[in-house]
């Protein structure tokens, strides 16, 4: 028998020990077309039946921002580095809602896909892949109402905005962003396949994840040293809110804690993949 | 084999009974640790073949399934429901992987469990072609060459723009089996897609997957309709309890199959203790009787119920026994009334055999479920809806239809012209 096997090549191989390490590129990259699809597939859906369509998609951190100024700003009067309430914030917000989107969307991508997928084979990776860069879309949106509203202030003489070189490190904390929310959110949906209360739990576990990030503050507010300081700084997040404000405010730049942040996506994201892969292989029978 | 496509080794696959979704975490860990120790996953049965299909929290919907097909084979799977066929199918389709075992195939596989599977209610006809091809695997290139045929094919060319939730049932599946029509894999894999649709639609369906079949490649169908599967397929295994009990020429097959299928369920008996029915009346047993050698029925065949009453308290003829017909779909095909046929008559206490006689090429072929029914002074006593089944099969076949005729019956209608 083994020889047989050895004489013929086999395309397929269904068996139930599938290495988790494994990930199929070649099978991936045939899908593109699918990946593109679903991708088109998710934009189209969310903003079919609303009167303002994309235009919401600037709206929500806009709204959410005003409402962090008045909040924390002008009530609380928390420090915001003498920078205009507004811009402070949105360089926080955008990314942050970049982050908890892709977790929760990917998170819900096994489950709303379940009659899909338990009646035809695909990769089940190019699910939450398509949901991630659907959710980059809206971002790059997003982000480009950030640069429109700080030009404004620049050009009313509000606030002199400037961006230096650490600009080129954008492309490094997207990046390093999208790899920590996605390893986290396909972590989260293969787990939520066995443990519905998963899917609940997240929502707080997020909102948690803010208030421990410097979202609403600097994180020059916390005195170094403190337990607070440190509970923050074990949030990966922290850096890359930090680094979204030091490149797009022109503030300096915490090298040392992105660099743990990378090792946590990297940890994440090989967590995710091997849990994800373990749980694809029978997720047909639990849904 | 030299030109073997697929190949199934040792299949098995376990099921959970019962609520799936709470899994207990330390159960998890137990056979995560017994894993990672080299060991076996304490869930599991210790080796050797399973020996019950139901083991504890689990059941075995295989239990060691191997087998080869060649190239250009067409295998048809038949077995009743729970022999562990759509589990077969799910496995070779790669939804869901098996508990122990491997299965190898060659080339590009497709498989057809559902028609219309990732339609997007929202998208017209044309972007969900290229959604659904996609999904199966399709690259857009390949659906721009075969998008004319695939429009053509499924015959809907006046609404292609038109968004498939205004779409009737029909026209979905269609469009469905359009698409996967002109996927051009080596493997095709169809469950049961066929029963919908209408009469003209299954023979444009049957016709392709023939078109495929004879263009080499390799099908594996699932079909209940007999007729079918012995239409189409060179090939047939019999699935029993998760297990292959027969595996061969598809006449041979499915000749053993409804056999053993009408012989285990024609006939049912209850002792007078046990007689199901009222204090007045109860029922001793139903039989349908075959007027072949091999116990079958064919469409061409009378099919006599013998019905044996157990009276006990009636005197009077107040006392109507009424025989029901459903198919398996759960159709009510035909009842019929003791007394509107031969008229009261009043009963004897005891025993007493009552035999109606179902005319020959009046029941289509297929499977019917015979019920039976007590009623007093017109009104409903007891019914036992499914006393016996009886699988109806075609026979010797004339005519040029080879699908399944449509219809919860099929008597014969005399023509003139």
Same mark, same amino acid.
């Given at each position: 028998?083994?020889?047989?096997?050895?004489?013929?090549?086999?395309?397929?191989?269904?068996?139930?020990?599938?290495?988790?390490?494994?990930?199929?590129?070649?099978?991936?990259?045939?899908?593109?077309?699918?990946l593109w699809l679903l991708v088109r597939r998710d934009l189209l859906a969310v903003y079919k039946q609303t009167v303002l369509g994309p235009l919401w998609q600037v709206l929500q951190p806009l709204l959410t921002s005003l409402m962090f100024a008045v909040i924390f700003g002008l009530m609380a009067r928390m420090s915001v580095q003498g920078i205009p309430p507004m811009l402070f914030y949105l360089a926080a917000v955008v990314p942050w809602t970049f982050f908890a989107n892709i977790i929760n969307r990917t998170s819900?991508?096994?489950?709303?896909?379940?009659?899909?997928?338990?009646?035809?084979?695909?990769?089940?990776?190019?699910?939450?892949?398509?949901?991630?860069?659907?959710?980059?879309?809206?971002?790059?949106?997003?982000?480009?109402?950030?640069?429109?509203?700080?030009?404004?202030?620049?050009?009313?003489?509000?606030?002199?905005?400037?961006?230096?070189?650490?600009?080129?490190?954008?492309?490094?904390?997207?990046?390093?962003?999208?790899?920590?929310? %996605?390893?986290?959110?396909?972590?989260?949906?293969?787990?939520?396949?066995?443990?519905?209360?998963?899917?609940?739990?997240?929502?707080?576990?997020?909102?948690?994840?803010?208030?421990?990030?410097?979202?609403? %503050?600097?994180?020059?507010?916390?005195?170094?040293?403190?337990?607070?300081?440190?509970?923050?700084?074990?949030?990966?997040?922290?850096?890359?809110?930090?680094?979204?404000?030091?490149?797009?405010?022109?503030?300096?730049?915490?090298?040392?804690?992105?660099?743990?942040?990378?090792? %946590?996506?990297?940890?994440?994201?090989?967590?995710?993949?091997?849990?994800?892969?373990?749980?694809?292989?029978? %997720?047909?029978?639990?849904? | 084999?030299?030109? !073997?496509?697929?190949?199934? *080794?040792?299949?098995?696959?376990?099921?959970?009974?019962?609520?799936?979704?709470?899994?207990?975490?330390?159960? *998890?860990?137990? +056979?995560?640790? #017994?894993?990672?120790?080299?060991?076996?996953?304490?869930?599991?049965?210790?080796?050797?073949?399973? *020996?019950?299909?139901?083991?504890?929290?689990?059941?075995?919907?295989?239990?060691?399934?191997?087998?080869?097909? #060649?190239?250009?084979?067409?295998?048809?799977?038949?077995?009743?429901?729970?022999?562990?066929?759509?589990? @077969?199918?799910?496995?070779?389709?790669?939804?869901?992987?098996?508990?122990?075992?491997?299965?190898?195939?060659?080339?590009?596989?497709?498989?057809?469990? =559902?028609?219309?599977?990732?339609?997007?209610?929202?998208?017209?006809?044309? =972007?969900?072609?290229?959604?659904?091809?996609?999904?199966?695997?399709?690259?857009?290139?390949?659906?721009?060459? $075969?998008?004319?045929?695939?429009?053509?094919?499924?015959?809907?060319?006046?609404?292609?723009? !038109?968004?498939?939730?205004?779409?009737?049932?029909?026209?979905?599946?269609?469009?469905?089996? +359009?698409?996967?029509?002109?996927?051009?894999?080596?493997?095709?894999?169809?469950?049961?897609?066929? +029963?919908?649709?209408?009469? =003209?639609?299954?023979?444009?369906?049957?016709?392709?997957?023939?078109?495929?079949?004879?263009?080499?490649?390799?099908?594996?169908?699932?079909?209940?309709?007999?007729?079918?599967?012995?239409?189409?397929?060179?090939?047939?295994?019999?699935?029993?309890?998760?297990?292959?009990?027969?595996?061969?020429?598809?006449?041979?097959?499915?000749?053993?199959?409804? !056999? &053993?299928?009408?012989?285990?369920?024609?006939?049912?008996?209850?002792?007078?203790?046990?007689?199901?029915?009222?204090?007045?009346?109860?029922?001793?047993?139903?039989?349908?009787?075959?007027?072949?050698?091999?116990? +079958?029925?064919?469409?061409?065949? $009378?099919?006599?119920?013998?019905? &044996?009453?157990?009276?006990?308290?009636?005197?009077?003829?107040?006392?109507?026994?009424?025989?029901?017909?459903?198919?398996?779909?759960?159709? @009510?095909?035909?009842?019929?009334?003791?007394? &509107?046929?031969?008229?009261?008559?009043?009963?004897?206490?005891?025993?007493? $055999?009552?035999?109606?006689?179902?005319?020959?090429?009046?029941?289509?072929?297929?499977?019917y479920r015979i019920g039976v029914a007590f009623l007093h002074q017109g009104r409903h006593w007891y019914t036992m809806e499914d006393a016996i089944t009886i699988e109806v099969q075609e026979g010797a076949r004339t005519g040029t239809w080879f699908h399944k005729w449509q219809g919860a019956l099929r008597p014969k209608v005399d023509w003139t012209r």
């Amino acid at each position: 028998m083994d020889q047989e096997r050895r004489r013929i090549q086999w395309d397929v191989v269904v068996q139930p020990h599938q290495p988790w390490w494994r990930v199929d590129f070649g099978e991936l990259f045939h899908f593109r077309d699918l990946l593109w699809l679903l991708v088109r597939r998710d934009l189209l859906a969310v903003y079919k039946q609303t009167v303002l369509g994309p235009l919401w998609q600037v709206l929500q951190p806009l709204l959410t921002s005003l409402m962090f100024a008045v909040i924390f700003g002008l009530m609380a009067r928390m420090s915001v580095q003498g920078i205009p309430p507004m811009l402070f914030y949105l360089a926080a917000v955008v990314p942050w809602t970049f982050f908890a989107n892709i977790i929760n969307r990917t998170s819900q991508t096994l489950v709303w896909n379940a009659a899909l997928m338990s009646k035809v084979y695909f990769p089940r990776l190019v699910a939450p892949i398509a949901t991630t860069l659907s959710t980059m879309v809206s971002f790059f949106i997003q982000l480009a109402s950030f640069l429109l509203i700080a030009l404004i202030y620049r050009l009313s003489g509000a606030y002199a905005w400037t961006m230096d070189a650490t600009v080129l490190m954008l492309p490094v904390l997207i990046i390093l962003m999208t790899v920590l929310a %996605f390893g986290i959110g396909i972590l989260v949906a293969a787990l939520t396949t066995k443990f519905r209360d998963l899917g609940f739990l997240l929502t707080f576990g997020i909102q948690l994840l803010m208030y421990m990030s410097p979202v609403i %503050f600097p994180l020059s507010m916390v005195p170094p040293g403190s337990k607070l300081r440190w509970v923050i700084e074990f949030n990966p997040m922290t850096s890359i809110i930090e680094g979204f404000r030091s490149v797009l405010l022109g503030l300096p730049m915490d090298w040392g804690l992105l660099l743990y942040t990378t090792a %946590f996506a990297m940890v994440s994201l090989m967590a995710g993949l091997a849990v994800f892969q373990r749980v694809q292989r029978s %997720f047909a029978d639990v849904i | 084999m030299e030109n !073997t496509i697929i190949k199934v *080794e040792d299949v098995r696959k376990r099921y959970r009974l019962g609520v799936i979704d709470r899994t207990l975490i330390a159960d *998890e860990v137990s +056979a995560m640790m #017994a894993r990672l120790r080299g060991r076996k996953d304490p869930r599991m049965a210790l080796g050797g073949p399973v *020996e019950h299909q139901r083991m504890g929290d689990y059941f075995w919907s295989l239990r060691g399934v191997s087998f080869n097909v #060649a190239q250009g084979e067409v295998l048809g799977l038949v077995g009743r429901n729970g022999a562990g066929k759509s589990t @077969l199918l799910k496995l070779l389709s790669r939804i869901t992987l098996p508990t122990v075992g491997r299965i190898s195939m060659r080339g590009k596989v497709s498989s057809l469990l =559902e028609v219309g599977t990732g339609f997007h209610p929202e998208l017209t006809g044309l =972007e969900n072609i290229y959604l659904n091809g996609a999904i199966m695997g399709m690259r857009r290139q390949e659906i721009d060459r $075969k998008l004319d045929e695939i429009v053509a094919f499924s015959g809907i060319e006046h609404h292609i723009g !038109t968004p498939i939730k205004r779409y009737s049932s029909g026209m979905k599946v269609r469009l469905g089996f +359009a698409v996967a029509a002109h996927l051009d894999p080596e493997i095709l894999i169809v469950d049961e897609v066929l +029963a919908v649709g209408d009469a =003209e639609f299954q023979r444009k369906c049957l016709g392709s997957m023939r078109t495929v079949a004879d263009s080499g490649r390799t099908i594996i169908f699932v079909s209940h309709s007999m007729v079918s599967v012995q239409s189409l397929c060179n090939r047939a295994i019999w699935l029993d309890k998760g297990l292959i009990r027969q595996d061969g020429a598809t006449g041979q097959v499915i000749r053993d199959y409804l !056999t &053993e299928y009408s012989a285990q369920t024609h006939e049912q008996e209850w002792s007078e203790d046990e007689a199901p029915g009222t204090d007045e009346v109860g029922l001793l047993s139903v039989k349908a009787i075959s007027e072949r050698e091999d116990g +079958a029925f064919w469409i061409s065949d $009378k099919i006599k119920i013998e019905i &044996e009453v157990l009276n006990r308290t009636i005197t009077n003829d107040d006392l109507n026994v009424r025989l029901q017909v459903r198919t398996n779909n759960d159709v @009510l095909a035909f009842v019929s009334d003791m007394v &509107e046929t031969i008229g009261h008559a009043s009963w004897s206490l005891g025993r007493s $055999k009552i035999t109606c006689v179902i005319p020959a090429d009046l029941l289509n072929d297929g499977g019917y479920r015979i019920g039976v029914a007590f009623l007093h002074q017109g009104r409903h006593w007891y019914t036992m809806e499914d006393a016996i089944t009886i699988e109806v099969q075609e026979g010797a076949r004339t005519g040029t239809w080879f699908h399944k005729w449509q219809g919860a019956l099929r008597p014969k209608v005399d023509w003139t012209r």
